[in-house]
């Protein structure tokens, strides 16, 4: 029996702490130029969002801090973790983030990094930063509805 290997997803690493700390405006799928052995690793699972972000070099896109683990059976010619690493955008999707990080406030972030149909993507987001009042209001609101969940539950089992 074969597999159908179209539209298939493999997550590998999600930035957690990306929808605590931001508001998320728009979604961008790109494309990663990666080394062989960053794939391998990829696909090992050794990759951290964490303090990753994008930036926009002329009429390219980079994603910096994203750290992908050396490959195990890699030798000399393993890759360095934390290198800059050019992001597969269109061009009117480049311009669109590029006017919106010279407003003040906006920044480039990854989201998750996944396999879509065999190619290494990276959903990138353009967000705002939440201050200390945006995120207690989240926290409370999680709760309330926790709460509220909590108590339906207990009312049917009733």
Known sequence: METNKKNQVINVAENRKARHRYHIEDRFEAGIV????????????????????????????????????????????????????????????????????????YTLIPLNVYFKDGYAKVEMALATGKDIGDKRQDIKERETAREMDKAIKSAKRR
Do not use: F
């Not at 973790?81 to 480049?94: F, M």
């Open 34 to 105: 990666l080394m062989g052995s960053e794939v391998k690793s990829l696909r090992d699972g050794k990759c951290q969002l964490v303090d990753s972000y994008g930036m926009v070099k002329g009429k390219q896109c980079y994603i910096v801090g994203m750290h992908i683990g050396a490959y195990s059976h890699g030798g000399y010619a393993n890759h360095e973790p934390t290198r800059e690493r050019k992001l597969l955008l269109h061009r009117n999707e480049i311009e669109k983030i590029k006017d919106k990080l010279t407003r003040r406030g």
